[in-house]
């Protein structure tokens, strides 16, 4: 197998993402749509271990690194998205890389009342152009900044699970 070291910026996280993807034996074609999903799915899990959790009827035992845990994951596949679609030519060489920029960004201009929820709007369109992959990425970082989580984190949570995921395949994933 190849050798793997932490991400360093975006680029990186696809690129890991596309070796796990490549990895993982599934049982029939994904398509975007089961993206989305399993995307949509991540949003959840995360508001539901945030401290605006949609639950409001049940008590919730607030933990910082679970929300951190379940924000990564969101991250996971918003990269397979772009892979998709990079792989789809439904975005460009010059567009994938257009993309890193936000990401890197820490004076990012752009924000507002984001929330969880407009990072699952951002995912209605058919077909992930630019368009929608950047306003994707943009409401993920303001989202990812307000709950106080830096890139650096994300990059040390991704790589920790991506290393674990890796461990996953042919055990308890197939």
Same mark, same amino acid.
């Given at each position: 197998?190849?050798?793997?070291?932490?991400?360093? &910026?975006?680029?990186?996280?696809?690129?890991?993402?596309?070796?796990?993807?490549?990895?993982? &034996?599934?049982?029939?074609?994904?398509?975007? +749509?089961?993206?989305?999903? =399993?995307?949509?799915?991540?949003?959840? %899990?995360?508001?539901?271990?945030?401290?605006?959790?949609?639950?409001?009827?049940?008590?919730? &035992? *607030?933990?910082? %690194?679970?929300?951190?845990?379940?924000?990564?994951?969101?991250?996971?596949?918003?990269?397979?998205?772009?892979?998709? =679609?990079?792989? &789809?030519?439904?975005?460009?060489?010059? %567009?994938?890389?257009?993309?890193?920029?936000?990401?890197?960004?820490?004076?990012?201009? *752009? =924000?507002?009342?984001?929330?969880?929820?407009?990072?699952?709007? @951002?995912?209605? =369109?058919?077909?992930?152009? *630019?368009?929608?992959? +950047?306003?994707?990425?943009?409401?993920?970082?303001?989202?990812?900044?307000?709950?106080? *989580?830096?890139? @650096?984190?994300?990059?040390?949570?991704?790589?920790? +699970?991506?290393?674990?995921?890796?461990?996953?395949?042919?055990?308890?994933?197939?």
């Amino acid at each position: 197998m190849m050798k793997f070291k932490r991400p360093e &910026n975006f680029e990186d996280i696809l690129n890991l993402q596309k070796e796990l993807d490549k990895n993982i &034996n599934s049982i029939r074609l994904r398509g975007l +749509k089961d993206i989305k999903k =399993s995307l949509i799915a991540e949003c959840i %899990e995360f508001d539901e271990e945030s401290k605006d959790t949609h639950k409001t009827w049940k008590k919730h &035992n *607030y933990n910082k %690194e679970k929300e951190l845990e379940e924000l990564t994951d969101v991250w996971f596949f918003t990269a397979q998205i772009i892979n998709y =679609s990079y792989d &789809n030519r439904d975005i460009t060489t010059l %567009e994938r890389k257009e993309l890193f920029k936000f990401f890197e960004d820490d004076n990012l201009a *752009y =924000s507002g009342d984001i929330t969880i929820l407009d990072v699952i709007w @951002d995912v209605r =369109s058919p077909v992930m152009d *630019y368009d929608y992959l +950047k306003f994707l990425i943009l409401d993920l970082i303001v989202v990812t900044n307000k709950y106080g *989580y830096t890139k @650096d984190d994300i990059l040390r949570v991704y790589w920790d +699970k991506w290393q674990k995921n890796m461990q996953r395949i042919g055990k308890e994933w197939n």
